[in-house]
């Protein structure tokens, strides 16, 4: 039983059985593996296998196959590239000799340079929202993973542009900064792949519709702290040809833009 998100963490870390070579676990119960635990994970083992001060930059991960989450998942790790300022890895899931995720994650040193950012668009803290709004569609998500969402944008049958959500791990979290990295990978899959059908103002699209993440990418801009509230606003330009191309922006609530996402789905609708 996890109790906090440190716990799921600790859940799912991937024990080294080799020098490139991890094993992981899923939590219990659930239907298929959630993505978002794979990205995780994959960061997570790569981790491993860098020395020194690098952290991820960038990840580019396709979804291959459902994951069983009753079967152990092993990650293979190819070191592509070890610079000076910046390292490679491709890290490839499987569970019973079957590949069901892939991805290429980019790492760096810190460096100076100039910068700028996008500033946070204004929305309610997650103090001000309404309580109704607060919570996971399905709490068992939320309990499975100690993830507390809040909601300021809600399904509607009215199009919208946009949807926002505040997320929050819960209980106390090490201070490492790759863990709370992974953590904002896991979270980075929360919600975004419903965004294509909020500009169709459906509110029933779970039901309706065969849905699943086909590819992802993250790119980390400063070093996150989800044990603090952060906003994600997701919105999606384009859909066709039963995809969904979603986008999304990770702040903390001081308004620092912590991360930018993109996936695109599979928005499938049913036929039978």
Sequence with gaps: MVDSFQDVIDLIQPEQVGRCWFRGQSPQPQGRIFGGQVLAQCLLAANATVEGPLLAHSMHAYFLRGGDPTTPIEFEVDPIRDGRSFAT?????????????????????????????????KVPFPEE???????????????????????????????QEKQQNWFKVRGDLVSDARIHQAGLALISDCALLGTSFYPQGLEDWDINHVVASLDHAIWFHEIPDISDYILYECDSPWA?????????????????????????????????
């Design 129 to 159: 929202v309404d309580d109704s709004l607060k919570g996971f569609t399905y709490p068992s998500f939320s309990d499975m993973y100690q993830i507390d969402r809040v909601r300021i944008t809600q399904r509607s049958s009215q199009p």
């Design 89 to 121: 890895r491709r890290v490839v899931a499987r569970q019973k000799g079957a590949a069901i995720f892939n991805t290429s994650i980019s790492y760096q040193v810190t460096e100076d340079g100039f910068t700028h950012s996008q500033s946070m668009p």
């Design 240 to 272: 066709g040809n039963a995809r969904g191309f979603n986008r999304g922006q990770l702040w903390n609530r001081e308004g620092r833009l912590l991360a930018s996402t993109t996936q695109e789905a599979l928005v499938r609708p049913k036929t039978r």
